[in-house]
């Protein structure tokens, strides 16, 4: 009796579901189609208004339906379509050296932020000053954001380094590169994590990072110190990158405070194969420090989500990840099926949190027009696994 009603359950299920994709399927078709053709070639508008003047303007956009198959969290509905992010990105240049950026977001809690804004002097390919709302010198994970990853979801189970809003901060960045293009630096001050009433920093101490990228076969591909984890066979990449981030009384609450110190190295392997594709593989390690002291709450004293307050653990992790871009096109694309692992490790909790994702892209431009879909397994102690599913469409202009 109880077989039959467990397997009566899993049939409604698989029908709910089954219905669910198929009122998705048509939203992420029709966000295809409209981008079809010559259009989904171009990245942005440019307005030129003379010598070294223009104005640009483009937009991106991540629809997605998700299925929560296992252990969803009770009161909740496993099934959901959403817009995980839309980005409206616009830059000026006002001659040869001065340049500004200001992008903005829209988040799936449909509250519009400030995710860029900066002023850029940048005299020559060795030395770039900016100023203003940024990414911080940090992982390629984080320079990759949401848009330029091998895959689908950001991999937060081992990208920790504090920010803002989507991993940015407020300060200042000098970057260059040097030798061909082949090393990229940064370095920046920031402004320092939990400066609020009551947290580690009543002082006001800023927070200092940097990285290195060292690019040992093509020249680096990317603009400015940004970076990707895949470019689709466009280049032959073994990138060395190293990461750290250092500020005094960076965690915990007034009374009980400590330094916070994190650092990373990460690897990117891409070869062009040819009639055979091309293959992309990538790994990273992690650090992060606070010296036997638990950080406050991301909502400490009634802090916001863009305040960079709390949240911060030690521990130990790791990512390995790769994927094959296949030869043939098979109608507009090629398909980029790929696997990532992340491990992290929590030393002050003695607590520990896995993920797999296993998925395959339909890349038709790109990272300009790509449709994912992304099965992820969640691992953490003392929680039953959760499975995810996960088909979503990315889109530049």
Known sequence: MNQSHEALTARRTARRRSKLAAKAAPTLALAVCCLMGDQAA?????????????????????????????????????????????????????NQYLKATFNTEVSSNNTIQVLDGYGQFEPLDEINVWGGRMLPPSDRANLDGPYYLLGWSYPGVVSRYPGKVSGRMDGGTVWGK?????????????????????????????????????????????????????????????????????????????????????????????????????????????????????????????????????????????????????????GWGRFQPYFRYQSFRDTLAATWERQYDMGVSYVIDGHNLRITANYAINQFTARKDIDKFILGVQIQF
């Open 178 to 330: 040097l030798f061909e293009k082949r090393l990229t630096y940064s370095f920046g001050v920031y402004d320092g994590h939990n400066q609020i009433i009551g947290a580690s920093n009543q002082s006001g101490n800023p927070l200092f990072a940097g990285r290195l990228n060292l690019n040992l076969l093509d020249p680096d591909p990317d603009p400015a110190y940004y970076t990707s984890s895949t470019y689709f066979g466009g280049a032959d990449v073994l990138a060395i990158g190293v990461a750290a981030q250092y500020q005094q009384d960076g965690v915990g609450n007034q009374l009980q405070r400590a330094d916070f110190t994190a650092w990373n190295v990460d690897v990117l392997f891409e070869k062009k194969l040819g009639e055979f594709g091309a293959a992309t593989f990538e790994g990273a390690y992690y650090r992060y420090y606070t010296h036997g002291v638990n950080d406050v709450a991301t909502n400490f004293n009634n802090a916001r989500s863009t305040d960079l307050v709390g949240g911060i653990r030690p521990g130990e992790a790791y990512m390995v990840g790769a994927g094959y871009l296949i030869p043939y096109v098979i």
């Open 42 to 94: 171009q990245a942005r508008v440019v307005v030129p208004f003379g010598d070294d003047q223009w104005v640009s303007v483009g937009f991106g956009l991540r629809p997605f339906f998700s299925d929560v198959t296992r252990n969803h969290a009770a009161g909740t509905n496993p099934d959901r379509v959403d817009l995980e992010s839309f980005r409206i990105f616009s830059s000026a240049s006002f």
